[in-house]
C-alpha cells in the first residue's frame, strides 16, 4: 500500500477567515484517528485519543 493511499479523510471543514482547515484522518494499516489543523502556513497532527488516553481505532 502506497503513502497516497495509506490515510482516508472521514471529516473535512474549511474556514476562509482563518484560511486553515480541519480534518480527520484515518490511518488504513492501523485504523488509528488522526486530527490535522492548518492556519496558513503552519499546521499539526495528533493522533485522536478517547477518555483513556488511549488512540481511537475504526474498526
Known amino acids: 500500500m502506497g503513502c497516497g493511499n495509506r490515510f482516508e479523510v472521514v471529516y473535512k471543514e474549511d474556514n476562509a477567515l482563518i484560511k486553515g ?24 497532527l495528533t493522533p485522536l485519543l478517547d477518555e483513556n488516553g488511549k488512540p481511537v481505532i475504526a474498526r
Not at 482547515?21 to 492548518?38: C, E, I, N, P, S
Request: aromatic share 16%; hydrophobic share 45%.
Open 21 to 44: 482547515a480541519k480534518m480527520v484522518l484515518v490511518d488504513r494499516a492501523t485504523g488509528v484517528h488522526y486530527l490535522f489543523f492548518q492556519s496558513g502556513y503552519a499546521g499539526g
